[in-house]
């Protein structure tokens, strides 16, 4: 059991990868604290952890990571559930939309910046000071490839996403003699709903449809396949764990070799 005694606070844990890093940790000992928006989701995964792991192995509650006083909220939650702060936390929570630059309205960026990155800044903030009074804690920040490349039509998400790096390496940096690490994963597209409505918006915007878009996607990654959740929840847990201890700083690639940096 890697995440024996330990704790975990997943943002975004209702679904896709958010999900199965829950199900991932919880498999390995850890007691899991899933918080998203969509309450109804994650109320349901909490459930199916403890129906699999034991009553005790899972509770939730509703987080917009936006938001400062809904994290703050969250985070008492998970502390009367834990009993400590959080030995482990993954910020998977965000947002991918796509226009324009010209057309990208001031509340379309704020969105983004908000939810991506200061999601992000707000999560850590709460969780580092119990992680570094301990002497031992994880940060998984769920990233993108969109965070070390650009791409049409999508500046606001890529550089929310380069923004997280950013606060990906300073934060390891500020931590890294305290027992603490902190990393991102960066998933290139993955097998989850955030995709199907890209693939959607792709097909109302342009008419082409959604086999011949998939297949594009695809042949993106020299794998030409979309990656799983699963994927990036296994590297997600090998950073959360001991065997991990070494990494720090980093920025993960899961994306089939599509970004080779």
């Not at 057309?103 to 939810?115: K, Y």
């Not at 690490?181 to 709903?193: E, I, K, M, R, S």
Request: include cysteine; proline fraction near 2%; charge should be positive.
């Amino acid at each position: 059991m890697k995440l024996a005694d330990k704790t975990a606070f997943v943002t975004g844990g209702g679904r896709g990868i958010g999900r199965a890093v829950a199900v991932a940790f919880a498999r390995e000992g850890a007691r899991v604290f899933v918080v998203a928006r969509t309450t109804a989701e994650v109320e349901g995964v909490a459930a199916e952890i403890r129906e699999a792991c034991g009553a005790q192995a899972a509770s939730h509650a509703s987080c917009d990571v936006a938001e400062p006083r809904s994290v703050e909220r969250a985070f008492d939650g998970a502390r009367a559930f834990f009993g400590r702060g959080a030995d482990i936390l993954v910020n998977n929570a965000g947002i991918a939309e796509s226009a324009k630059l010209t057309e990208t309205t001031d509340e379309f960026w704020r969105r983004h910046l908000a939810v991506n990155l200061s999601g992000t800044f707000y999560c850590m903030r709460a969780a580092l000071p119990s992680m570094i009074e301990r002497g031992w804690g994880r940060v998984v920040n769920v990233a993108s490839i969109a965070g070390k490349t650009g791409a049409p039509y999508i500046a606001a998400y890529s550089a929310s996403k380069h923004g997280v790096l950013g606060l990906t390496r300073s934060a390891a940096l500020e931590v890294a003699a305290k027992g603490v690490t902190v990393n991102a994963v960066c998933p290139g597209y993955v097998d989850t709903l955030m995709t199907a409505r890209a693939l959607e918006n792709i097909e109302a915007k342009t008419g082409r449809k959604r086999e011949e878009s998939l297949e594009a996607i695809k042949r993106m990654s020299p794998q030409n396949r979309l990656v799983t959740s699963e994927e990036v929840a296994a590297v997600a847990l090998l950073l959360a764990s001991d065997e991990g201890r070494g990494i720090t700083g980093q920025a993960i690639n899961v994306d089939g070799g599509t970004v080779l940096f």
